[in-house]
């Protein structure tokens, strides 16, 4: 939490001090077409992690069994951890230094250093940094989803969008299939069996590109709306 204030203040010196802004321009202020954006962004990635971890899980004819030790305490202090890690993560990627990269560059070559640099720090906190192959795979997998998260941001102006997506599939891959750097949690796979072959390759691009997908229609369905109201 002191973390996340901390980053709160360095936002507003960094927009005061390039912008002559505060931080209203991140979008904070809980608007109806706000709320509706975290709405769809967590359920939209929650559902889109379930349905992958579910349908792998058959693929590999394997299958998940409830946590017996996990509990009420567990499951909120294991939220609040993903919760802050992914406000973290959005204050630093999407949050001041993007808008501040937007206002110089423009969009698409400020979502494009967001998500490299969003790529990049992923390496080091997965481990990944000095293992080539695994760089390539966290760069390629982390950079697709910095992207969505910057342009999520850019395009509606706030960080709602970004967050929602981002902590719906963080909620679902860390505390409900145990994915995460937290162990076992809600539920617990009773085997160590994985994909192969050409299946494990298109689970993989699935991972990467579907929920870009899916949120790249949604951009698209706001301007639609955008252009249709304008209209009237």
Same mark, same amino acid.
């Given at each position: %939490? ?9 936002? #507003?010196?960094?927009? #005061? ?15 109806? =077409?706000?709320?509706? =954006? +975290?709405?769809?962004?967590? *359920?939209?990635?929650?559902?889109? !992690?379930?349905?992958?971890? /579910? ?5 590999? =004819? /394997? ?12 499951? *909120?202090?294991? !939220?609040? #951890? ?8 959005? +204050? &630093?990627?999407?949050? $001041? ?7 110089? %560059?423009?969009?698409?070559? $400020? ?23 695994? %760089?390539?795979?966290?760069?390629? %997998? /982390?950079?697709? #989803? ?11 102006? /706030?960080?709602?969008?970004? &967050? ?7 909620? &679902? ?12 949690? *809600?539920?617990?796979?009773? !085997? ?10 298109? *689970?993989?691009?699935?991972? &990467? ?24």
């Amino acid at each position: %939490m002191i973390g996340i204030i901390i980053e709160l203040l360095i936002s #507003w010196l960094l927009l #005061w001090w390039f912008d002559k802004s505060n931080l209203a321009v991140l979008g904070f202020k809980l608007t109806q =077409n706000n709320a509706l =954006n +975290l709405i769809f962004g967590f *359920f939209a990635a929650a559902l889109f !992690s379930v349905l992958y971890y /579910t349908a792998a899980c058959d693929l590999a =004819n /394997t299958y998940y069994t409830i946590n017996p030790s996990f509990n009420t305490r567990t499951f *909120f202090k294991s !939220s609040w #951890w993903v919760l802050s890690s992914v406000l973290f993560e959005e +204050l &630093i990627f999407r949050g $001041a230094l993007l808008y501040i990269l937007i206002q110089k %560059m423009g969009i698409k070559k $400020a979502c494009i250093v967001s998500a490299i640099a969003f790529g990049i720090y992923h390496w080091f906190s997965y481990g990944a940094f000095g293992n080539p192959v695994q %760089m390539a795979i966290v760069f390629l %997998m /982390t950079g697709i #989803w910095g992207l969505m998260f910057a342009f999520a941001y850019a395009k509606t102006k /706030t960080l709602y969008l970004p &967050i929602g997506l981002h902590f719906g599939w963080n909620f &679902i891959h860390t505390v409900i299939f145990s994915k995460g750097p937290l162990g076992q949690q *809600f539920l617990i796979i009773n !085997s160590d069996k994985k994909l192969e072959g050409m299946l494990s390759l298109v *689970f993989f691009i699935i991972q &990467i590109i579907g929920l870009p997908v899916l949120a790249y229609f949604y951009l698209k369905s706001l301007d639609y709306k955008k252009r249709f109201i304008s209209k009237e």
